[in-house]
Nanobody, 125 residues
Framework: QVQLVESGGGLVQAGGSLRLSCAAS????????MGWFRQAPGKEREFVAA??????????YYADSVKGRFTVSRDNAKKTVYLQMGGLKPEDTAVYYC????????????????WGQGTQVTVSS
């Protein structure tokens, strides 16, 4: 079992930056691939970014909509995954969720087993 708690959301102006954190507790964090997803009002939850577990290479993956603006990283000693968001746009407004799983399909939410409660990000124009 893995428990995930996101933090760092808030209100920011367009063009600004935020860093989201997701702290994990429970079973070995390093065993899991970690993903970030988001859900805007009236829309389906969508993939944002992921970082694979260390022995899979710690590789990173991004949705086209955030590539070049967002950076995902993990600190295995702190059991924390981060999402550094820059160049924020109003369309980035959503609840952001952290997820953990063991998967080769980082883009699909159904492959993740554990989810946090989400943190709201609001980007004003």
């Amino acid at each position: 079992q893995v428990q995930l708690v996101e933090s760092g959301g808030g209100l920011v102006q367009a063009g600004g930056s935020l860093r989201l954190s997701c702290a994990a507790s429970g079973r070995a964090f390093s065993n899991y691939d970690m993903g970030w997803f988001r859900q805007a009002p009236g829309k389906e939850r969508e993939f944002v970014a992921a970082v694979s577990r260390p022995w899979s290479g710690g590789n990173t993956y991004y949705a086209d909509s955030v590539k070049g603006r967002f950076t995902v990283s993990r600190d295995n000693a702190k059991k924390t995954v981060y999402l550094q968001m820059g160049g924020l746009k109003p369309e980035d407004t959503a609840v952001y969720y952290c997820a953990a799983g063991i998967t080769d399909n980082y883009y699909t939410l159904e492959t993740y087993s554990y989810w946090g409660q989400g943190t709201q990000v609001t980007v004003s124009s």
